[in-house]
């Protein structure tokens, strides 16, 4: 074979290796834009979180994936809690007050890092696997502020290395921080609809919403469900002789009392002038009765600064319990019961001196 066939053997060798690489990182580039493509068709912030951790994981062949991110004023969790789900639903994600403490690499993380695992750096972002061989970790940045971070983690120690390109991984998460800034957002803008402006609290048409989620809940769980009614004593006689600043005031300050003793996954709302409502998921009628007396009684216990004066306020309180896995009927009828008999308690309270707790 003469040295110009050599030399044309040799040149078609390498356009098929170049046509070879190319069709590969083809296939590459479409597999990154199909991921992306499915976070970013997220609804929401639940379901993003979901595709998150499950999608990519499955995509991927990965043996683990988590999501890190900064939640220091706990805004993510009570947006979880507004859509119905609970941080704890998301075993992969964790919102933590800081990045600090959780793994050296993410204090210095700038652009994706690729390398061997090892478990006295990385078990905290992976919930101290020790089967892992080789991490990717993503920053998650918005507006320049380091949001939280998307790691990656493989069995195989040649999966993730320093050697490899990481410019689809940098885009990844990149994708992922704007995913994540647009659904919180929506969230914020959803949540601010069912918002009572006065108290901060949730309001009735928030509260309606929930209680169908809470009653489909119980039924599936086979637990009790059971409803708070309370109502301000004598608050017409506080806005006519202080006037409706300090009544709003007082207002205010009743919220404050009643979420201190209420849990995270308990559903409280402004009913309506000086009316609240409180939905307690997976509680029992006695359980919630001692709940009841103990919002009575931070209410009660403490005077109210009302315009420079110290004013003692009350609150009388209804109670009612279903239990959708042993009724016939439809939630929307169990609700308005569930609603009905607490009103009724709480007009039992009223009638029997006020300041108490009477259960329907």
Same mark, same amino acid.
């Given at each position: 074979?003469?040295? =110009? ?19 590969? /990182?083809?296939?590459? &580039?479409r ?10 068709? @997220? ?25 890190? !991110? ?10 979880? !809690? ?25 204090l210095q !993380? ?29 920053? !998650? ?6 949001i ?20 689809f &991984? ?57 409803c ?10 506080? /806005? ?14 009743i ?8 849990? =995270? ?11 609240? @409502? &409180? ?42 319990e279903?239990?959708? @896995? ?14 009905a008999? @607490? ?12 300041d108490?707790?009477? /259960?329907?």
């Amino acid at each position: 074979m003469s040295e =110009a066939e050599l030399e044309v053997r040799r040149l078609r060798e390498q356009l098929a290796a170049l046509k070879r690489q190319a069709s590969e /990182n083809y296939d590459i &580039l479409r597999r990154s834009r199909e991921r992306e493509l499915v976070l970013l068709k @997220a609804d929401h912030l639940p379901d993003l979180l979901d595709r998150l951790v499950n999608h990519l994981a499955d995509s991927y062949g990965l043996t683990a994936v988590s999501v890190v !991110l900064v939640d220091a004023s706990h805004e993510i969790r009570h947006l979880l !809690l507004d859509a119905g789900r609970s941080p704890e639903d998301f075993p992969g994600v964790k919102l933590v007050d800081g990045l600090a403490g959780l793994s050296p690499n993410l204090l210095q !993380l700038r652009g994706a890092w690729l390398g061997p695992y090892a478990a006295a750096d990385h078990q905290l972002l992976f919930d101290g696997r020790q089967d892992l061989g080789s991490i990717a970790l993503l920053p !998650l940045q918005r507006q320049g502020w380091m949001i939280g971070a998307l790691n990656l983690g493989s069995r195989d120690p040649t999966r993730f290395t320093r050697h490899h390109g990481t410019e689809f &991984l940098s885009h990844l998460g990149v994708i992922a921080s704007f995913c994540l800034e647009n659904t919180i957002n929506r969230a914020r803008l959803l949540r601010s609809g069912f918002t009572d402006v006065l108290t901060g609290w949730h309001n009735r048409r928030y509260l309606q919403s929930r209680l169908r989620e809470e009653l489909a809940r119980a039924h599936r769980d086979e637990v009790p469900l059971s409803c708070l009614m309370l109502d301000v004593d004598h608050f017409k006689r506080i /806005n006519d002789t202080l006037g409706h600043l300090a009544g709003d005031r007082v207002l205010r300050e009743i919220a404050q009392r009643v979420e201190a003793q209420i849990r =995270a996954s308990d559903v409280a709302a402004r009913y309506g002038g000086e009316e609240f @409502a &409180l939905l307690l998921p997976a509680t029992g009628l006695d359980d919630a009765v001692r709940m009841a007396e103990r919002i009575r009684a931070a209410v009660a216990t403490e005077p109210f600064d009302a315009a420079g004066e110290a004013l003692r306020v009350t609150v009388s309180i209804g109670v009612s319990e279903v239990r959708p @896995a042993r009724r016939e009927g439809d939630h929307k009828s169990l609700g308005e019961e569930l609603f009905a008999r @607490a009103d009724v308690a709480l007009y039992q309270a009223k009638g029997q001196g006020r300041d108490r707790v009477c /259960n329907g």
